[in-house]
């Protein structure tokens, strides 16, 4: 495992291009419903910055996951792919106006998200 200031260092950089990604994708995020976990008992707490604001910590007795051995990350895939299909035929059927500027920010705000989740 890496070292705490490289690991903070990592999750912070990470936490800037989730912005950016936001930013980029023309997406709303909400802040308050994002909170650091901290895993380890000997793990220091360190302070992660979302945009301007800090992050809340949460212990992991706040955390509830269900991890399942019979996870098929290409059948997710496959279902993330069904699903941003289908709202690029949802935008077809409404939208009468293929003009980029029109159908990009579309694309960009419904179906990316959708194909990302799995990336």
Excluded: W
């Amino acid at each position: 495992m890496a070292d705490a200031p490289e690991s903070c260092a990592t999750i912070q950089r990470d936490l800037k291009r989730l912005e950016k990604c936001v930013d980029r994708n023309l997406m709303k995020f909400s802040k308050g419903k994002c909170k650091v976990l901290h895993l380890e008992k000997n793990n220091p707490i360190q302070q992660h910055r979302l945009a301007p604001d800090r992050l809340e910590s949460s212990s992991a007795e706040d955390v509830r996951v269900l991890v399942d051995n019979r996870v098929n990350m290409s059948q997710e895939s496959a279902l993330a792919e069904k699903k941003g299909n289908s709202i690029l035929g949802c935008i077809r059927r409404t939208i009468a106006s293929r003009l980029q500027e029109l159908i990009l920010p579309l694309y960009s705000a419904l179906v990316r998200p959708q194909l990302e989740c799995c990336v």
